[in-house]
């Protein structure tokens, strides 16, 4: 299974964070796909994930700004941020995570982010 | 939200040391628990899942152990392409969240 994501990596504060992860080699049942963020230097933090039903769990600290979508037929998820400051500046990445233990074990490649005045 | 603290921050170790890396748990997380190594300019990589279970591919000198809210990850001999940065994870409950990450660097 291979995941690759692509979106705009500069934007102006205030603008929309817009990224979407493909799927490729693997169905998209029985997965959590997950998007998770590092700051630069930083550590990891969970944004949220989304099923193949398109059900999403979102982390409280980013839930006002943030949502999810999935397209079954292409095999992609999407992420946008709304609203986006110097603080969401960071390398997004999907990732898959699997049933029961929740293991991200397939990652994309990282997008990184800037948010500048 | 559920705190994960690691232990150390970084260490530094040389080619065949044993090394253990902590990580502590807020609360009570069962064996739901993951580690990642990670280097520079690359996405995280699974090592460890459900506190001991190895991932598919990840040598056998790495090893997971405990349960409730304190867990280790050993390296047991360390070898050149283990230098990177260590993350555990929690998998109990929602949000995810992960350990600030140890860094292993060269002696």
């Known amino acids: 299974v291979q995941l690759q994501q692509w979106g705009t990596g500069l934007l102006k504060t205030s603008e929309t964070l817009s990224l979407t992860c493909g799927v490729y080699g693997e169905s998209f049942t029985s997965y959590y796909w997950t998007w998770i963020r590092q700051p630069p230097g930083g550590g990891l933090e969970w944004i949220g994930d989304?099923?193949?039903?398109?059900?999403?769990s979102y982390n409280p600290s980013l839930k006002s700004r943030v949502t999810f979508s999935i397209d079954t037929s292409k095999n992609q998820f999407s992420l946008k941020l709304t609203s986006i400051t110097a603080a969401d500046t960071a390398v997004y990445y999907c990732a898959r995570g699997r049933q029961q233990w929740i293991l991200f074990d397939n990652w994309g490649q990282g997008t990184l982010v800037t948010a500048s005045s | 939200d559920i705190q994960m603290t690691q232990s150390p921050s970084s260490l530094s170790a040389s080619v065949g040391d044993r090394v253990n890396i902590t990580c502590r748990a807020s609360e009570d997380i069962a064996s739901y628990l993951n580690w990642y190594q990670q280097k520079p300019g690359k996405a995280p990589g699974a090592l460890i899942y459900g506190a001991f279970r190895l991932s598919s591919g990840v040598p056998s000198r790495f090893s997971g152990s405990g349960s409730g809210t304190d867990f280790t990850l050993t390296i047991t001999s360390l070898q050149p392409e283990d230098f990177a940065t260590y993350f555990c994870q929690q998998s109990y409950s929602r949000p995810r969240t992960f350990g600030q990450g140890t860094k292993v660097d060269l002696k």
């Open positions: 989304i099923n193949h039903l398109g059900s999403t």
